[in-house]
T-cell receptor, first 113, second 113 residues
């Protein structure tokens, strides 16, 4: 059974204080690892897809990396607008072309000015 | 672009009442999904539709039914609501295929008393 565990559950940082969020996963065959951002009262919004160990992707202050067992979301010099819940999900197979993602419980990130 | 539109945004039901959550997307996506989100549980897949005319169960389908009305619309029905179905419900869509990002609606907050 595919499983995703995110840590920490919550993280509070000062503006400019860099840190990393962790996503540990077990999956039968990884076809994609996803990061989403979710603001309060809204649906998740796509950030990155990673496919294989060693892959990295960047967007503004965010960089996602992938190993065979975990992914990290690095946040460099964060700003208050980076405050959100960050969700990790894995895709192990397609069913008739549809994705069946397994999500972690999320990390709630708060950046204090 | 409207993207994925869900209605209603909020709903309060009494135990045993029925209701239908509506979802429509205007991106010509093939696959559509219904998720529920509960505190500490992450997003869990209820039902999905890989393409128009097909639907299938996800991780937590009990107590729900779905209809893929056409390529644009995918509804979720609660026939006899129970307090355990109190949750935030998200509809999502994608073109289909490995690694394709999901586009989420803004959610329906449902309380069953």
């Amino acid at each position: 059974e595919d499983q995703v565990t995110q840590s920490p559950e919550a993280l509070r940082l000062q503006e400019g204080e860099s840190s990393s969020l962790n996503c540990s996963y077990t999956v039968s065959g990884l076809r994609g690892l996803f990061w989403y951002r979710q603001d309060p009262g809204k649906g998740p919004e796509f950030l990155f897809t990673l496919y294989s160990a060693g892959e990295e992707k960047e967007k503004e202050r965010l960089k996602a990396t992938l190993t065979k067992k975990e992914s990290f979301l690095h946040i460099t010099a964060p700003k208050p607008e980076d405050s959100a819940t960050y969700l990790c999900a894995v895709q192990s197979h397609l069913i008739q072309g549809a994705q069946k993602l397994v999500f972690g419980q999320g990390t709630r990130l708060t950046i204090n000015p | 672009n409207a993207g994925v539109t869900q209605t209603p945004k909020f709903q309060v039901l009494k135990t045993g009442q029925s209701m239908t959550l509506q979802c429509a997307q205007d991106m010509n996506h093939n696959s559509m999904y219904w998720y529920r989100q509960d505190p500490g549980m992450g997003l869990r897949l209820i039902y999905y539709s890989a393409s128009e005319g097909t639907t299938d169960k996800g991780e937590v389908p009990n107590g729900y039914n779905v209809s893929r009305l056409n390529k644009r619309e995918f509804s979720l029905r609660l026939e006899s609501a129970a307090p355990s179905q109190t949750s935030v419900y998200f509809c999502a869509s994608t073109t289909g295929g490995a690694g394709e990002k999901l586009f989420f609606g803004s959610g329906t907050q449902l309380s069953v008393l």
